[in-house]
């Protein structure tokens, strides 16, 4: 089992290629009203979670409802891929704002199980090249994420300790 210590208050950014499991790992570990979703806003504000010319639109949304629940003290988790800097900054300002520490959970899978996973789903339609751009970007997320402002990062790597991981909440004083 991997523990993943996080404070009680946090913004959680989930890291990860499309395919990696990041919605799947926010239903497991944390209750719906918890994770704030890319593809929830895009939604709210397009009435199409798939429609990516709503992307401003929807971070805009997302980082406003964030904001809120940070002032009043609870733990958020975002699940988008927040795999360039521009994204994370948003995030990272988010919770400098209200003081609350930016942490980072980076799920990273094989690129096959990735495309396999998302080859099956009739939801998402990019091809293998927009797969191969995220993982580039992942791969250079790694060593930026702690410089960016992140307060820890929870590095899992695998199918396997992606699904040995349990959250432990550390106390605040
Ligand atoms: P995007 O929203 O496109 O960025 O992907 P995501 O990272 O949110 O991935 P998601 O959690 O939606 O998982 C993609 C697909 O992989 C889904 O069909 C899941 O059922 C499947 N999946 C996710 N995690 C696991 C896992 O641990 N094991 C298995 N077998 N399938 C998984
Ligand atoms: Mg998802």
Redesign the pocket.
């Given at each position: 089992m991997t523990v993943l210590d996080i404070p009680e208050l946090a913004l959680v950014a989930?890291v990860?290629?499309?395919?990696?499991?990041?919605?799947?790992?926010?239903?497991r570990h944390f209750a719906p009203s918890q994770v704030l979703?890319s593809?929830t806003f895009r939604g709210l504000v397009a009435d199409d979670e798939n429609d990516q010319s709503a992307s401003a639109d929807a971070f805009d949304a997302l980082h406003h409802v964030a904001a809120i629940r940070l002032r009043r003290g609870l733990l958020t988790v975002v699940?988008?891929?927040n795999l360039q800097p521009h994204a994370r900054a948003g995030l990272i300002r988010v919770a400098r704002e209200h003081d609350v520490l930016p942490v980072a959970i980076v799920?990273d899978v094989p690129e096959a199980v990735?495309w396999e996973?998302?080859e099956?789903?009739a939801d998402?339609t990019f091809g293998r090249q927009v797969l191969n751009r995220m993982r580039r970007d992942l791969r250079q997320s790694f060593g930026r994420l702690a410089r960016e402002g992140f307060r820890k990062v929870h590095v899992l790597r695998g199918?396997e300790e992606?699904?040995a991981a349990e959250i432990r909440y550390e106390k605040m004083f």
């Open positions: 989930l990860g290629v499309s395919g990696s499991g990041k919605s799947t790992f926010a239903r979703s593809d699940d988008a891929t799920l990735a996973r998302t099956a789903r998402r199918v992606i699904d």
